[in-house]
């Protein structure tokens, strides 16, 4: 009952330094009353110190709940919008039953770590799709790599231009991307061109857009089923994430 209480009280101030009377009109105490409960739980504290600890884990789970609960109710509200929108780079089995979805940065260094845990990932499971969606959030470099892979899938080169390029340099400039497409066969003046095309634009605007919707911080995110998986996590935490999408109903 004590962790209860003090729970409580955190979540309502009383055992902060301020003794406002309208924080103990929120709180629903009177002054004298609100004095009279944090000396109790001033006394319950000095004898028990774990008790505030176990409160506050108490809370930090409480908080993680919603948060996932809210983290599902955007997935669900995205749609099609997600998991089907036309044209989305893909990777592994298009027909896959499960699809993870990735929101990434070809710049970012936890994305490039978790290449090789995606290839292990699509080699272990060959009912698994991947859906990209590339975020350029970290500088110009991560804009010129992510319009650069978007234009090379209009000659069929996303993939491979996507792992030249993290693979590569963390500093994605037009040179080094010229540099990549030509080693790899890709006509280097059309996807130029192409890297300024309003449907690049338009694609990495709505890929901006869907991220802040699901509130998405930074990269890599997955979304797999209704969980959302933020950061490089191993192989074992997306495989989990995976074995749940096909048990589920």
Same mark, same amino acid.
């Given at each position: 009952?004590?962790?209860?209480?003090?729970?409580?009280?955190?979540?309502?101030?009383?055992?902060?330094?301020?003794?406002?009377?309208?924080?103990?009109?929120?709180?629903?105490?009177?002054? #004298? %009353?609100?004095?009279?409960?944090?000396?109790? !739980? /001033?006394? =319950? @504290?000095?004898?028990? *110190?774990?008790?505030?600890?176990?409160?506050?884990?108490?809370?930090?789970?409480?908080?993680?709940?919603?948060?996932?609960?809210?983290?599902?109710?955007?997935?669900?509200?995205?749609?099609?919008?997600?998991?089907?929108?036309?044209?989305?780079?893909?990777?592994?089995?298009?027909?896959?039953?499960?699809?993870?979805?990735?929101?990434?940065?070809?710049?970012?260094?936890?994305?490039?770590?978790?290449?090789?845990?995606?290839?292990?990932?699509?080699?272990?499971?060959?009912?698994?799709?991947?859906?990209?969606?590339?975020?350029?959030?970290?500088?110009?470099?991560?804009?010129?790599?992510?319009?650069?892979?978007?234009? #090379? %899938?209009?000659?069929?080169?996303?993939?491979? !231009? /996507?792992? =030249? @390029?993290?693979?590569? *340099?963390?500093?994605?400039?037009?040179?080094?991307?010229?540099?990549?497409?030509?080693?790899?066969?890709?006509?280097?003046?059309?996807?130029?061109?192409?890297?300024?095309?309003?449907?690049?634009?338009?694609?990495?605007?709505?890929?901006?857009?869907?991220?802040?919707?699901?509130?998405?911080?930074?990269?890599?995110?997955?979304?797999?089923?209704?969980?959302?998986?933020?950061?490089?996590?191993?192989?074992?935490?997306?495989?989990?994430?995976?074995?749940?999408?096909?048990?589920?109903?």
């Amino acid at each position: 009952m004590t962790r209860i209480l003090i729970a409580a009280c955190l979540a309502a101030g009383l055992l902060g330094s301020s003794a406002e009377a309208q924080r103990s009109e929120v709180a629903g105490f009177t002054p #004298a %009353q609100r004095a009279e409960i944090v000396d109790i !739980l /001033r006394g =319950a @504290l000095k004898t028990d *110190p774990s008790i505030l600890r176990d409160a506050i884990v108490a809370m930090q789970a409480d908080e993680a709940v919603r948060q996932e609960a809210s983290a599902r109710a955007a997935i669900a509200g995205a749609g099609d919008a997600l998991t089907r929108a036309p044209g989305d780079p893909t990777g592994g089995n298009p027909d896959g039953r499960v699809t993870i979805v990735e929101f990434y940065d070809v710049r970012c260094p936890y994305c490039r770590r978790m290449l090789s845990v995606e290839a292990d990932l699509l080699r272990r499971n060959a009912d698994v799709k991947m859906v990209y969606k590339d975020i350029p959030i970290l500088g110009p470099g991560s804009v010129i790599g992510a319009r650069a892979v978007l234009a #090379a %899938q209009k000659q069929g080169g996303y993939g491979p !231009l /996507r792992a =030249a @390029l993290m693979g590569g *340099p963390a500093d994605v400039t037009t040179e080094s991307v010229k540099a990549a497409a030509e080693r790899l066969g890709l006509d280097w003046p059309r996807l130029e061109r192409d890297m300024d095309d309003p449907s690049v634009t338009a694609r990495i605007d709505a890929n901006l857009a869907l991220a802040r919707t699901l509130s998405i911080q930074g990269t890599p995110a997955y979304v797999i089923g209704g969980k959302m998986i933020p950061g490089a996590v191993d192989l074992s935490e997306l495989q989990t994430a995976v074995a749940g999408v096909r048990a589920a109903p």
